[in-house]
């Protein structure tokens, strides 16, 4: 019930909650993902702990445990079904984002901020997909809100936030347990290849002055490039992957 008043006022259409609410409590349900996955993490490690061993002492109330785990099993069932279900929100709040054309000059002295309500979005985003359930993933792949993100990037360079959220994402995909065909299937739904090879055309900014600096997207696009290299590498099959 806590988490589908969050989700309801997290999502609500506009005028039904102001827009600080919406952005905290979508603060509020990355924390709590977090939390979740961490408790996730101390569970496989205390199942592992138990079995790594026997103690013929210890009377275990086998009904009991396993009534407590598939309570647990349907809970956090119910929790990634909120978590899919917040994809196509997230997503149409980042293509709320203004598609204004990008410039390598930064002589006209305008850097255009993302805003926190995005930037909460992407973090959210990040968070759930941390989780590293299939469900989640397909989800974040089929609803192409990763396009829209990396377009993001490219329009807002130098913010170094979302291009480390971002990062994350493609690292706990790779990471997650899903066949090696469905992260190379992520990669090209995503088009993060193509996306990367934008970003490169456009190295450098110039000043009023003339003097060139370095995109402040470089280092995220060599990051990542060398991320999905090392992935090609270690998996025969994702070498078909174009880029």
């Known amino acids: 019930q806590n988490m589908q008043k969050m989700y309801d006022i997290a999502f609500s259409p506009d005028g039904a909650a102001d827009l600080q609410s919406k952005v905290t409590t979508q603060g509020l349900i990355a924390r709590f993902v977090q939390q979740f996955n961490d408790r996730q993490k101390q569970d496989h490690d205390e199942d592992r702990w138990d079995n790594s061993g026997e103690d013929d002492d210890i009377i275990v109330n086998e009904?009991?445990?396993?009534?407590?785990?598939?309570s647990k099993t349907n809970a956090n069932a119910i929790i990634e079904q909120f978590m899919v279900q917040m994809v196509e929100p997230l997503?149409?709040?980042l293509d709320m984002a203004p598609l204004?054309?990008?410039?390598?000059?930064?002589?006209?002295?305008?850097?255009?901020?993302?805003?926190?309500?995005?930037?909460?979005a992407v973090e959210l985003l990040q968070s759930i997909v941390s989780l590293k359930k299939a469900a989640i993933i397909t989800a974040v792949k089929d609803s192409g809100v990763m396009k829209t993100v990396l377009q993001l990037i490219e329009r807002h360079p130098w913010n170094n936030m979302i291009q480390l959220k971002v990062h994350l994402i493609y690292q706990d995909v790779f990471n997650s347990e899903i066949?090696?065909?469905?992260?190379l299937d992520f990669l090209r739904e995503t088009e993060v290849t193509t996306a990367l090879?934008?970003?490169?055309?456009?190295?450098e900014v110039k000043f009023s002055s003339g003097n060139l600096i370095r995109n402040g997207f470089m280092g995220f696009v060599i990051q990542l490039g060398n991320?999905?290299?090392?992935?090609?590498?270690?998996?025969?099959?994702?070498?078909?992957l174009e880029g």
């Open 227 to 240: 991320l999905i290299c090392k992935q090609k590498a270690a998996n025969g099959t994702m070498e078909t």
């Open 179 to 183: 066949e090696v065909a469905d992260k």
């Open 100 to 120: 204004e054309s990008v410039s390598s000059q930064l002589s006209t002295g305008r850097i255009l901020p993302l805003g926190n309500t995005k930037l909460r």
């Open 197 to 203: 090879a934008k970003m490169a055309e456009t190295p």
């Open 63 to 70: 009904v009991s445990d396993e009534e407590n785990e598939d």
């Open 91 to 93: 997503k149409k709040i």
